[in-house]
C-alpha cells in the first residue's frame, strides 16, 4: 500500500496510517487502482477532520471562505481556498458533508454532529436494518445501556412533539 500526504500537509505531519492510498491492480496487463465504495470509505485525513471540526463548531452552514477563514485562525502555515475547497467535496462523497445553492455560494454543513454521528451513519449505511437490530439487542441484555435508550428516545420524541 503506497501513501500520499494531502495538499497543503508537510510530510513529516502526513500519518501513513490515516492516509492509505489503494496500491495499483493489474487487469489486462495495465495497473488499475479500484476506489473504495462510499459505505465503506472513512474519513481518514487530518485536513478532513480538521474542516469538519470548524463546520461542528457552528449550528449555522458556512460559505468556503468562512471555513477557510476559520481554518486558518488556528494555524500556523495557512492553507489555500483550493485547498480547502477539495476537502470539502471529498467530504460531500463520503457523506459527511451537504451543501445547497445561496445566490451565487455554496453553504456547507455537516450531516452529524460528531464522529460518532458520522461512524453511526457508516454502520447504518453498510448493514442498514441488521444494525438496528444487534444494537436493540445488545440494549436489551445490558440494563445500563436499556435505561439509556429509553431515555434518548422519550426526550427525542419530546422534542418531535415540541415542534409540531
Not at 451537504?98 to 450531516?111: C, D, H, I, L, N
Request: charged share 30%; aromatic share 4%.
Amino acid at each position: 500500500m503506497a501513501y500520499i500526504c494531502p495538499v497543503g500537509v508537510r510530510e513529516d505531519l502526513c500519518s501513513k496510517a490515516s492516509n492509505p492510498v489503494p496500491s495499483p491492480r493489474k487487469v489486462d496487463g495495465a495497473a488499475q487502482t479500484e476506489p473504495l465504495p462510499l459505505e465503506v470509505k472513512r474519513v481518514r485525513g487530518s485536513l478532513e477532520k480538521a474542516i469538519l471540526h470548524v463546520l461542528w463548531s457552528t449550528d449555522q452552514e458556512l460559505r468556503g471562505q468562512e471555513v477557510l477563514d476559520q481554518f486558518n485562525r488556528t494555524r500556523h502555515e495557512p492553507i489555500a481556498y483550493p485547498t480547502v475547497m477539495t476537502v470539502l467535496k471529498r467530504l460531500i462523497e463520503k457523506g459527511a458533508v451537504v451543501r445547497r445553492k445561496s445566490g451565487r455560494a455554496y453553504m456547507y454543513r455537516p450531516t452529524c454532529g460528531d464522529p460518532v454521528g458520522l461512524d453511526v451513519r457508516r454502520v447504518l449505511k453498510a448493514h442498514g436494518e441488521e444494525a438496528v437490530a444487534r444494537f436493540v439487542e445488545q440494549a436489551a441484555a445490558d440494563p445500563g445501556l436499556r435505561t439509556q435508550l429509553l431515555t434518548r428516545v422519550n426526550e427525542h420524541r419530546a422534542d418531535c412533539m415540541h415542534r409540531s
